[in-house]
T-cell receptor, first 117, second 116 residues
Framework: AQKITQTQPGMFVQEKEAVTLDCTYDTSDPSYGLFWYKQPSSGEMIFLIYQGSYDEQNATEGRYSLNFQKARKSANLVISASQLGDSAMYFCAMRLLSNFGNEKLTFGTGTRLTIIP | DTGVSQDPRHKITKRGQNVTFRCDPISEHNRLYWYRQTLGQGPEFLTYFQNEAQLEKSRLLSDRFSAERPKGSFSTLEIQRTEQGDSAMYLC??????????????FGEGSRLTVL
């Protein structure tokens, strides 16, 4: 079974600073994908960034980057130059990439990020 | 709006009543997922469809829960004889599956259920 662990229930960060949200995962399957989602108070899960287990380079999407350390089974999200609009819940998730498996995601418990002006 | 839409957004009901939620996925998407999110937790997988076929159900989906996607488009999730433990946000997501690991999930804003 897969498991995602997010050990930071909440974080407060000054506007314009960089922030790292921690995520560790556990799976015995060698083929998987790691995701980060943002959930504002409206409830919608917004996709931020994706990293495949066989990707050699860390994923980047604008101000978001994923610090993927496969041996340590960690997939931390780095947000550079934080903005007030970044205040939200952030979830790390994993999907197994088996041939006939579904695309269901296993989520962590999330980190509530608050940006301080 | 061409995203995933869910209805109703909020539902308050008394214990023992039946409730039904509807999800309209992005029109060309062939897969549709239901997740449940309780307070302070991440979403948990309930079930998913490929077109009209329900391919997997989680053990979380007790026999009081039923989901359908009759024509491979919209889906309904019905909860019979609701219990207070059913209070949660019910999230729907859809994707265009074309093979191994290629489908990004797009989520709706969820339907929040409160059982009194």
């Amino acid at each position: 079974a897969q498991k995602i662990t997010q050990t930071q229930p909440g974080m407060f960060v000054q506007e314009k600073e960089a922030v790292t949200l921690d995520c560790t995962y556990d799976t015995s399957d060698p083929s998987y994908g790691l995701f980060w989602y943002k959930q504002p108070s409206s409830g919608e899960m917004i996709f931020l960034i994706y990293q495949g287990s066989y990707d050699e380079q860390n994923a980047t999407e604008g101000r978001y980057s994923l610090n993927f350390q496969k041996a340590r089974k960690s997939a931390n999200l780095v947000i550079s130059a934080s903005q007030l609009g970044d205040s939200a819940m952030y979830f790390c998730a994993m999907r197994l990439l088996s041939n006939f498996g579904n695309e269901k995601l296993t989520f962590g418990t999330g980190t509530r990020l608050t940006i301080i002006p | 709006d061409t995203g995933v839409s869910q209805d109703p957004r909020h539902k308050i009901t008394k214990r023992g009543q039946n409730v039904t939620f509807r999800c309209d996925p992005i029109s060309e998407h062939n897969r549709l997922y239901w997740y449940r999110q309780t307070l302070g937790q991440g979403p948990e997988f309930l079930t998913y469809f490929q077109n009209e076929a329900q391919l997997e159900k989680s053990r979380l989906l007790s026999d009081r829960f039923s989901a359908e996607r009759p024509k491979g488009s919209f889906s309904t999730l019905e909860i019979q004889r609701t219990e207070q433990g059913d209070s949660a946000m019910y999230l729907c997501a859809s994707s265009l599956y074309r093979g191994r690991g290629t489908g990004e999930l797009f989520f709706g804003e969820g339907s929040r259920l409160t059982v009194l």
